[in-house]
């Protein structure tokens, strides 16, 4: 067992390195606002956007001085926040009405979109503030909270905290990555 998991650890950390160092030859081409624009787009729902992994090069470039780090750090969070900023106002504007009409076709019942209200209501700041760590949540996190008619005071504030919070330990991480 003990075995297993050193190979399946060493694979999985020689993977992260060529995936960290492909991302990080994007970022050098194009510079944070490669950052920005992927964590933008992966914030507002692209599930398959690499902004984690362009974040965690980033921050692996930044230690060895190539970006500026505040720079990325505030480019970093403004790009993920608006995402999800996006992402609610759409889900507010025509998530609840689509999903009323449109719902019973993708599993989204009357009685689940109740479900959901409620449960967002309890527990809405800290899907939030958390959901950034889960995938799809990340993703779809803001057009779940739209949708759902979650206060936007609430949202506003527990995105930016969750968005701080996220692009300190990815970021933070890379970073660390770039100190070894």
Same mark, same amino acid.
């Given at each position: 067992?003990?075995?297993? /998991?050193?190979?399946?650890?060493? @694979?999985?950390? =020689?993977?992260?390195?060529?995936?960290? =160092?492909?991302? @990080?030859?994007?970022?050098?081409?194009?510079?944070?606002?490669?950052?920005?624009?992927? /964590?933008?787009?992966?914030? $507002?729902?692209? !599930?398959?956007?690499?902004?984690?992994?362009?974040?965690?090069?980033?921050?692996?470039?930044?230690?060895?001085?190539? &970006?500026?780090?505040? &720079?990325?750090?505030? /480019?970093?969070?403004?790009?993920?926040?608006?995402?999800?900023?996006? $992402?609610?106002? &759409?889900?507010?504007?025509?998530? !609840?009405?689509?999903?009323?009409?449109?719902? %019973?076709?993708?599993?989204?019942?009357?009685?689940?979109?109740? %479900?959901?209200?409620?449960?967002?209501? %309890?527990?809405?700041?800290?899907?939030? &503030?958390?959901?950034?760590?889960?995938?799809?949540?990340? =993703?779809?996190?803001?057009? !779940?909270?739209?949708? @759902?008619?979650?206060?936007?005071?609430?949202?506003?504030?527990?995105?930016?905290?969750? @968005?701080? $919070?996220?692009?300190?330990?990815?970021?933070?991480?890379?970073?660390? /990555?770039?100190?070894?």
């Amino acid at each position: 067992m003990m075995q297993w /998991l050193q190979h399946e650890g060493l @694979a999985y950390l =020689q993977e992260l390195h060529a995936t960290v =160092q492909a991302g @990080a030859g994007v970022i050098r081409q194009y510079g944070v606002w490669m950052v920005f624009g992927s /964590l933008f787009i992966e914030s $507002a729902g692209v !599930i398959f956007a690499p902004g984690e992994t362009f974040l965690i090069a980033a921050g692996f470039l930044a230690a060895q001085g190539t &970006l500026n780090l505040e &720079l990325l750090f505030l /480019l970093a969070v403004a790009g993920t926040s608006l995402g999800w900023f996006f $992402a609610y106002f &759409l889900g507010e504007k025509i998530g !609840i009405s689509w999903l009323r009409r449109h719902g %019973k076709w993708i599993g989204v019942t009357p009685d689940r979109l109740l %479900k959901t209200h409620r449960f967002l209501k %309890k527990y809405g700041s800290v899907v939030v &503030l958390f959901g950034r760590f889960v995938v799809p949540l990340r =993703q779809l996190q803001g057009y !779940i909270s739209g949708s @759902a008619e979650s206060s936007f005071r609430d949202f506003y504030l527990w995105n930016l905290l969750g @968005a701080t $919070a996220w692009v300190g330990f990815w970021g933070g991480a890379g970073y660390l /990555l770039g100190l070894l």
